[in-house]
């Protein structure tokens, strides 16, 4: 039992403005609530049909633990959750740093790897915010979540008022765009939640038409068989051969869905963790000729060039293709003598297949 000196626990609405003080704190960009227990019934009916349709593509894993993704109160979540929170953690826009534009090797990393590896300074956030809900309430559970559970993240951050579904796929929050990365707070404490956002993309069709490998089935929906991340970050197998010229310009992930929507048109400051999202120094020292030669005998090590660096997921091998495919692309003959050496030599024939395919598009 309380006792009478001890402050009653905050009401719901309460708990919203306090979470969302809280949040703005800790340096999120937007906060939002959703009530957990009401599952994602149509969200989750969309996602089966996509895989039923075969749109995960080689993402196997997309298929697995699907009934753990339509809700978030089972026992692998959390037990009695009513609450989502989602707060979105803003990354970097831009293309010069101090009037220097962005090392010619990070243009082709996507925008949120081309720093350090942010999930530790996200998952702390992510934590402190966890600690302060078990605050606000006797007995109040709460678990930070970043890529740790099979949820339908997007779907989640749409219902909790963060931004809107795009037709990219992405969430936007309007006045922000959608430079962002989602983590959540499931909690059992209940929190008044947000009203969802109306999409906002009207006739649009940008991001759709400038797709490189036109990897959209339709407006929201991805085949992740045809996305350049899939092919440079997802899978070690080589890239399907149509795909191959669109795959090869791009060295980890791929940004041109978010570069050509509207929503994005104004640069906007990164806010508190743009230290952890800017270029890493790395990447001015380092060529594609170094990426490539990762697994030669004679090749740098894998440890110095991508610790502490979203590109650790990629793997060696991964990297080394990706690096073979963008030195055939940037039409180099210079690196012809580099890439004949790898097709002959490298332990990986995903590599040596690579670097073939770059010495025939230089031989041409
Ligand atoms: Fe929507 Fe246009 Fe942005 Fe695509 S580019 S997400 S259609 S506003």
Redesign the pocket.
Known sequence: MRAPSEPSPPSAEEARALVEQRAAALGFAAVGVARADVALEPEFARYEAALAAGLHGPLAYLAENVEARRRLDGADILVGARSVIVATVRYDQRDEYDGAPVPALAQGIARYARGRDYHNRIRKALRKLATFVRTLGDGVEARPMIDTAPVLERAWAARAGVGFL???GLI?TPGQGSYALLGEVVTTLEITPDTPIEER?GQ????LDACPTRAFARPFVLDAGRCISTWTIEVAAASPEPLREAVSGRLFGCDVCQE????NAKERPAGRFADTFAPHERWRRLELRDLARLGLADGPRWEELAEGTPLFRAGPAGLARNACLALGRAGDAGALPLLREIAREHPSDVVRDAASWAVARLSR
Not at 204 to 207: D, K, M
Not at 260 to 263: G, I, K, M, N, S
């Open positions: 795009g037709k990219n936007i993309c649009c069709t940008r991001c050509v929507c509207p929503h």
